[in-house]
């Protein structure tokens, strides 16, 4: 059991369900049993930066896809980018970088049709307290066939893209230093372009779905809503960008903190602070200081970061998103799934103009360069900005490696939305169901990759405890698989 | 009495002096191997390539054939026997197929498909060994040496150096580099010596290439382990033969 100052309770709820990976939630009750802090535990794979440590730079690309199930591709890239400064490359040809944006738009748009359609989506079809055994993705086939099967469809139509590419729907391989490793046929080409007008019209509607839900449901903006920073990657000209750019943190009324950073400089505008209690960091912006320094990334804060989307549909939602706060931020934490699904319909639009561009089959992959000691890679993973940072010997082998995972990124505002949360609906030591599913509700709103390496994605045994400062267990509550609700005590 | 033998029932010729392996690779028949290598003294220590001879095990790359032998290879005991060394293998080493640009490449990943091995059945062992990267353009990776001794003799017998040896025994048998340093980038192997290509697993590899050759198109996703004379694709793109 965990220690904690001596006037406060525990309530603990382990693991979360439906959130990728494994995580347990701690509410740290004052006398008042208000709820003073909220700690989300989170089992982060920090191991990996341990583990690379002499093995050849060559591999790192590889070895990170196992760092998650949902977000090979990710890793990938964003070692992959880190690899070629090692290998003094700073520009890719046209065509590997084109195909690397290709596999990019593929994950991020199947990454986020898992999310909204197979997670957040039963959620929202059936409301936050319904029946957990019908609240999965196999309730929304069955009641809402139509949009559980354009979900199904989205998600697969991305790893589609993903097999072109790597080769494999994951774990696949595409990227090697400088470049990619094979270029895609026209047969292939032209094999995507077959339902690509339908993955931008399901991609759409999913955008409306989400738009209606939120605009429709007023008493979804305050819920885990913060008012924060955002940190997030921008195009030359400020549009939304995903793959390569300068990096944007805004404060909450949108002033500037830095733009157009240079992500190589990224430990100059970014510190991460280590808490005793949990394995994962807390990075802040330098700028900004320890206390207030924290950040949003992913999404939300891309969405709301960037002056323009450069695909039309997407921004045209854009701009329906930002009118909603009347052209300030939208900080609701709920919106986060209307960001998501706006960056999804980008994601197949872009796909869609990478197709039918002449250079995306060619065959000019590779380019090679003179060796440097490190490099950082930098990509806006589905999650939000996913730092990569290696440092070689003369030999090619790591010395040192830093990860910056998005969900890390996040971790602070995570906690912020459980507390607001917990405050709305716990009552006394009372664990009810409602406040279960308010506080999964909250969490998943940031789509967290727990641990980066499981991949969990049915419902998971989710068990409460309110501990009181001695330790005695004042009341237990587990759901268990089937959703049905027992107290223990 | 002509010189043939039987393997698994089916007679097939040899010439005086060849061993069973000799004989049935010859006759396109696979006798699963890992230590073996057509043109080099064969070594007989991954008995992957047992076989039964009248009810006894034998290695059919070291037992010279003669007339009239009746040879069990294809049995389901016998592969079960195999599967089990290539189990053991993976867990004695860092086998981690996914994060080697070996993969798709690699004949003990090869095998492991082929005896359909799903996991490593026993626990590994995770050892910790030394990297040597000090060559220009090669990487000795200890952690995936299976001992096999391929290098060592391809260095002998084709490329007239002697590079490698195996040192220690059992459990703390490990590759080493003939040089006062100990180091491969003091010895005399080149990119272009047979020694730094026959390596079946990824403990030789050169260095700066990631998974050049794509899913789909890497040795064994073409071949399967048993056809006789795989010419691997290596990890060049431009190596790729059949393409
Ligand atoms: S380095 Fe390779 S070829 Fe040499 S003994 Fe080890 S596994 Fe065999
Ligand atoms: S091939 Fe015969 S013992 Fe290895
Ligand atoms: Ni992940």
């Known amino acids: 059991m965990e220690h904690t100052a001596s006037n406060t309770r525990r309530i603990a709820i382990d693991p979360v369900s439906r959130v990728e990976g494994h995580g347990k939630i701690t509410l740290l009750l004052d006398a008042d049993n208000h709820v003073q802090e909220a700690r989300l535990h989170i089992v982060e794979f920090r191991g990996f930066e341990k583990f690379i440590q002499g093995r050849p730079y060559t591999e790192v690309p590889y070895f990170v896809q196992r760092l998650c199930g949902i977000c090979p591709v990710s890793h990938h890239l964003a070692a992959a980018k880190a690899v070629d400064q090692i290998v003094g490359v700073d520009e890719l040809t046209p065509t590997a970088t084109k195909l690397r944006r290709l596999i990019h738009f593929g994950q991020v748009l199947q990454s986020h049709a898992l999310h909204f359609f197979h997670l957040s989506s039963p959620d929202f079809l059936f409301g936050f307290g319904s029946n957990l055994a019908h609240r999965n993705i196999v309730g929304v086939l069955e009641d809402y066939p139509d949009i559980g099967l354009k979900g199904v469809k989205l998600r697969k139509y991305g790893q589609q893209v993903i097999a072109a590419i790597a080769g494999k729907r994951i774990h696949g391989a595409a990227a090697i230093p400088g470049g990619m490793n094979k270029a895609l046929s026209d047969d292939e080409r032209k094999a995507l372009l077959v339902d690509i007008a339908d993955i931008i019209r399901w991609s759409q509607d999913a955008v409306t779905l989400n738009e209606t839900i939120h605009l429709q449901h007023p008493e979804n903006h305050a819920f885990a809503t913060l008012s924060t920073n955002y940190l997030g990657m921008v195009g030359a000209q400020g549009e939304l960008e995903l793959y390569h750019g300068g990096l944007r943190a805004r404060r909450a009324d949108g002033s500037d903190i830095f733009d157009q950073f240079d992500y190589r400089d990224y430990g100059s505008a970014i510190r991460e602070e280590v808490r005793n209690w949990s394995y994962m960091k807390f990075p802040y912006l330098t700028a900004i200081g320890k206390d207030n320094g924290w950040y949003r990334v992913g999404p939300l804060a891309r969405v709301n970061l960037c002056d323009s989307i450069p695909t039309p549909l997407a921004e045209a939602a854009r701009v329906r998103f930002r009118a909603f706060a009347g052209g300030a931020y939208v900080h609701d934490t709920l919106a986060f799934h209307w960001a998501r699904m706006i960056e999804m319909l980008h994601c197949a639009e872009a796909i869609q103009e990478l197709l039918n561009d002449p250079d995306i089959t060619g065959t000019d992959l590779v380019v090679t360069g003179a060796k440097r000691a490190q490099g950082i890679g930098v990509i806006e993973a589905p999650r939000g900005t996913l730092f990569h940072h290696y440092q070689v010997n003369e030999q090619g082998l790591i010395e040192k490696a830093n990860l910056i995972v998005s969900t890390t990124s996040n971790n602070q505002a995570m906690n912020e939305s459980v507390r607001s949360v917990a405050n709305q609906y716990l009552d006394g030591h009372e664990i009810t169901e409602g406040l279960l599913n308010h506080l999964e509700v909250a969490v998943r709103a940031y789509d967290p990759c727990l641990s980066c390496a499981t991949h969990a994605l049915g419902k998971m045994p989710l068990q409460v405890e309110v501990v009181s400062a001695t330790g005695e267990v004042l009341n237990r509550v587990s759901k268990n698989m089937d959703g049905v609700v027992e107290c223990a005590l | ?243």
């Open chain 2, 1 to 243: 009495m002509s010189n043939t033998l039987f393997i698994d029932g089916q007679e097939i010729p040899f010439a005086p002096g060849q061993t069973i392996m000799d004989a049935s690779l010859e006759a396109g028949i696979y006798i699963p191997h890992l230590c073996h290598k057509p043109g080099l003294t064969p070594h007989g220590s991954c008995k992957l390539c047992t076989v039964e001879v009248d009810g006894r095990s034998v290695s059919a790359c070291t037992l010279p054939a003669a007339a009239g032998m009746k040879v069990d290879n294809n049995t389901p005991a016998l592969q079960e026997v195999r599967k089990t060394l290539v189990q053991m293998l993976f867990v004695e080493g860092n086998h981690l197929c996914p994060t080697c640009s070996k993969t798709g490449d690699c004949t003990l990943q090869a095998l492991g498909y082929h005896f359909g091995m799903l996991d490593g059945h026993f626990p590994p062992f995770y050892p910790r060994r030394e990297v040597d990267a000090s060559h220009p353009d090669l990487v000795l990776d200890r952690d995936r040496c299976v001992l096999c001794e391929l290098c060592v003799r391809a260095s002998r017998e084709q490329d007239g150096k002697n590079v490698f040896a195996i040192s220690g025994r059992g459990a703390s048998a490990h590759i080493i580099v003939n040089t006062s340093s100990g180091k491969l980038g003091d010895s005399d192997l080149t990119l272009d010596d047979a020694a730094a290509h026959i390596c079946p697993v990824g403990a030789i590899l050169p260095k700066n290439h990631g998974c050049e050759v794509p899913f789909g198109r890497r040795t064994f996703d073409l071949h399967s382990v048993a056809e006789s004379d795989v010419a691997h694709v290596g990890l060049q793109k431009t190596e790729h033969h059949d393409e």
